[in-house]
């Protein structure tokens, strides 16, 4: 799903909503459900492979307190991998990284039209980076562990190299602000910030753990 096609689905939600609480207070509910488009960077050493990607993200809470609540979630978000990555070699290819988790989020301002809340916790990561395509005057051996790829022999100019992925535990934390559009209904807005655990590959420059670094940033609608 790209942020594109989530702003519309979004709006109109806000827009059946205002219709139906108009003038009515929000029901005191503590499940809480909410689902955004996100643009998401990769930082690091991962941001020298891929570039900005696009994803969504959906969660299901539960409110202790008024301030404290616990959230199930899951994030997919999709990149394209540089295709300068490789010297000499052009490369096309794609990466997708999927997490789900359980976050403990604090409410910094729960009565308030405009909320700010933090967030965090640990969560599962699913990692996948397909090298489509390797084209370019010469062809060499290359490894790269964000790519997840060791290749000792050369590898064919214009040919498929193929499809390698990873599952890792990971860690984020994250701040956002929402603003109550009617009734329950909320858009809210956050950035997170994710860490991953990556596995280690031998390289000729010794051993190096593929951790990963991602910074996205979601629009969204809360119940």
């Not at 991953?196 to 390289?203: A, I, S, V």
Request: hydrophobic fraction near 40%; charged fraction near 15%.
């Amino acid at each position: 799903m790209r942020l594109g096609s989530a702003i519309p689905m979004a709006l109109l939600l806000l827009v059946s909503a205002r219709s139906a609480w108009a003038g009515e207070e929000p029901p005191d509910v503590p499940l809480t459900f909410s689902a955004g488009g996100s643009l998401s960077m990769p930082i690091s050493d991962a941001g020298g492979r891929f570039e900005t990607g696009s994803g969504f993200l959906v969660t299901a809470g539960y409110e202790l307190t008024k301030r404290l609540a616990v959230q199930g979630e899951f994030f997919q978000s999709t990149y394209d991998v540089q295709s300068d990555v490789l010297e000499a070699n052009e490369v096309q290819g794609d990466h997708t990284m999927r997490y789900g988790g359980l976050d403990a989020v604090f409410q910094f301002l729960p009565a308030g039209r405009v909320g700010i809340y933090a967030l965090g916790g640990p969560g599962l990561y699913y990692r996948r980076v397909r090298i489509l395509r390797v084209e370019g005057v010469t062809s060499a051996p290359f490894c790269d562990p964000w790519l997840f790829t060791c290749f000792s022999n050369a590898v064919p100019v214009g040919e498929t190299v193929g499809s390698i992925s990873s599952m890792d535990f990971g860690l984020n934390v994250g701040v956002g602000v929402t603003l109550r559009y009617a009734g329950p209904l909320r858009v809210f807005v956050e950035a997170r910030y994710h860490y991953l655990f990556g596995p280690e590959f031998d390289t000729p420059g010794g051993p190096r753990r593929a951790t990963g670094m991602y910074l996205p940033f979601v629009l969204g609608v809360r119940l």
